[in-house]
């Protein structure tokens, strides 16, 4: 008995020697894996800066220096006979009013002409010298100017612009051997991914940023009619507008067009939020300028809308993503396939759609006369259509309702279809219907709600969104503007005012 505890005590001795043996090794050896890890790290982060290193190497030769010009002429200042009012020292009327008395009567103002020129890039696509660019920076200019990385300069003729894109192709001249770069499938990317922008920012040729993918799909920016762009946090400033955004491949996901940052926030530059149209709508228009020297836009016919959680509710359609048809145009693509008002498209062309800017970018970018399926949801039950895109009309004849109301009252209206009035219980009535309401903007300090019919503005009846976008514009100009609503089978009179900018 007294060994077998013995025994018992000498194992558990055992134990506790081999534990704080094995607790001392551990110890001494943990700055070792320590230094190991560190090691490790370091090697990663090499491999990486080697990798961005060749993909700027391999890529920097096709991108480009672009300076534009433009030649504007401006009068000096007027000599005409003082209008009145108070002037003091070195101001614009006390400067004036001394030029007008230098001047000798009956002589006219002279004018000068003034140079003004503009800094951004621009890729080569092709080896026999095109260029992508963006729009805005070539648009309605005199001189286009490019600068190669090995100092070689030309004069670049523009081929050709849109500026519902802000994508633009010029091309320079040398013996068709010049270095261009591969273009990527746009739609394979994923947040998360590491990109380069290369660019002439703020005048420094040819300089190298890497981020990530921070979102795709951003839209509703004011920057152009199609937007679906790429937003990055690879630092984009002024002079980068037209310069590639690079994947890991050395390919083109995208076109760095601009950033938020310098108006929005106060900043003076690049805060980590800059946009980038996708390549695939750039290879788009590219194709179209190349073929015929324009670009033509499909039509499908339709004013369509985000299906907000409150309209998914109201359609019964809770969950489904989707773009909402709240009108459709009469001789339209759409008309003639049969799609209806109140109709929830969920798929263009085989790509599931979650917002509307998704189907106006694709039918845009499809083209007219193209064939194409579409799979809507109409009364919850799926239907399956095959529509022959149109083109898309001319600037000036497609009716829309001016943004700028709908931003400043914070409200979205769409015509009161007999779908919405059967949903929002408005039978027999007219006007026009709120669907959202942005908040702290005046109509949600009023109390608007979605579901709001608006009959009336200034007491002029309004029964469509074009009747309420005329007459809110007028009323606008004073300030503020005097609605009579229907909420909740009541009538009144509210007023919205907006705020002194």
């Keep these: 008995m007294n060994a077998i505890m013995d025994f018992r005590a000498n194992k558990s001795a055992m134990r506790y020697r081999f534990g704080l043996v094995f607790v001392i090794f551990s110890l001494a050896f943990m700055p070792v894996i320590a230094l190991s890890e560190d090691a490790n790290s370091i090697v990663i982060l090499r491999q990486m800066g080697n990798a961005f290193a060749q993909i700027a190497e391999k890529t920097s030769p096709s991108v480009v220096a672009i300076r534009t010009e433009k030649r504007v002429m401006a009068e000096y200042p007027s000599f005409e006979a003082p209008s009145g009012g108070q002037s003091t020292p070195f101001s614009e009327d006390f400067l004036n009013n001394f030029f007008r008395r230098q001047m000798p009567k009956g002589r006219t103002p002279r004018q000068r002409?003034?140079?003004?020129?503009?800094?951004?890039?621009g890729f080569i696509v092709?080896?026999?010298?095109?260029?992508?660019?963006?729009?805005?920076?070539?648009?309605?200019?005199?001189?286009?100017?490019?600068?190669?990385?090995?100092?070689?300069?030309?004069?670049?003729?523009?081929?050709?612009?849109?500026?519902?894109?802000?994508?633009?192709?010029?091309?320079?001249?040398?013996?068709?051997?010049?270095?261009?770069?591969?273009?990527?499938?746009?739609?394979?990317?994923?947040?998360?991914?590491?990109?380069?922008?290369?660019?002439?920012?703020?005048?420094?040729?040819?300089?190298?940023?890497?981020?990530?993918?921070?979102?795709?799909?951003?839209?509703?920016?004011?920057?152009?009619?199609?937007?679906?762009?790429?937003?990055?946090?690879?630092a984009i400033n002024l002079g980068n507008s037209g310069g590639p955004l690079i994947d890991l491949d050395g390919k083109v996901v995208g076109i760095n067009t601009a950033i938020i940052g310098a108006s929005s926030?106060?900043?003076?530059?690049?805060?980590?939020?800059?946009?980038?149209?996708?390549?695939?709508?750039?290879?788009?228009?590219?194709?179209?300028i190349m073929e015929k020297g324009k670009v033509v836009y499909g039509f499908l016919g339709v004013s369509i809308q985000d299906l907000t959680p409150q309209l998914s509710e109201s359609f019964k359609l809770k969950g489904v993503k989707g773009v909402l048809v709240a009108d459709v145009t009469k001789g339209s693509?759409?008309?003639?396939?049969?799609?209806?008002?109140?109709?929830?498209?969920?798929?263009?062309?085989?790509?599931?759609?979650?917002?509307?800017?998704?189907l106006r970018?694709?039918?845009?970018?499809?083209?007219?006369?193209?064939?194409?399926?579409?799979?809507?949801?109409?009364?919850?039950?799926?239907?399956?259509?095959?529509?022959?895109?149109q083109e898309r009309p001319a600037a000036g004849t497609l009716v829309q309702i001016k943004s700028s109301t709908i931003e400043k009252l914070g409200l979205t209206v769409q015509n009161l279809t007999d779908e919405l009035a059967k949903q929002f219980d408005l039978k027999g009535l007219k006007g026009v219907i709120v669907t959202e309401v942005e908040t702290g903007k005046p109509a949600a300090v009023a109390g608007i709600q979605p579901g709001t019919l608006i009959l009336e503005v200034n007491r002029k009846a309004v029964d469509n969104i074009n009747e309420f976008?005329?007459?809110?514009?007028?009323?606008?100009?004073?300030g503020k503007i005097m609605l009579r609503i229907r909420y909740e089978d009541n009538s009144i009179f509210i007023i919205l005012t907006l705020p002194k900018e």
């Design 113 to 121: 002409v003034y140079r003004q020129t503009t800094q951004g890039s």
């Design 361 to 389: 970018e694709r039918v845009a970018m499809k083209g007219p006369k193209i064939e194409v399926e579409i799979v809507l949801l109409r009364d919850g039950k799926k239907k399956t259509m095959t529509v022959t895109l």
């Design 333 to 358: 693509a759409a008309e003639k396939a049969g799609i209806k008002t109140g109709d929830v498209i969920i798929e263009f062309d085989g790509k599931s759609l979650k917002r509307a800017a998704d």
């Design 126 to 234: 092709s080896a026999e010298g095109h260029i992508l660019t963006n729009n805005h920076l070539v648009e309605e200019v005199d001189e286009v100017n490019v600068t190669l990385t090995d100092g070689r300069e030309f004069t670049a003729k523009i081929i050709g612009a849109d500026p519902d894109s802000d994508v633009a192709v010029i091309k320079i001249d040398d013996d068709n051997n010049m270095p261009y770069l591969e273009l990527a499938d746009s739609d394979q990317i994923d947040v998360g991914e590491w990109v380069l922008a290369i660019g002439n920012p703020f005048g420094l040729s040819h300089s190298v940023t890497a981020g990530i993918i921070s979102a795709k799909g951003r839209s509703g920016m004011g920057i152009a009619t199609y937007e679906d762009f790429i937003q990055t946090d690879a």
């Design 265 to 288: 926030f106060g900043s003076a530059g690049n805060i980590g939020i800059g946009l980038a149209i996708p390549i695939n709508i750039a290879k788009a228009v590219y194709g179209q």
């Design 469 to 478: 976008s005329k007459e809110a514009e007028k009323a606008l100009k004073e």
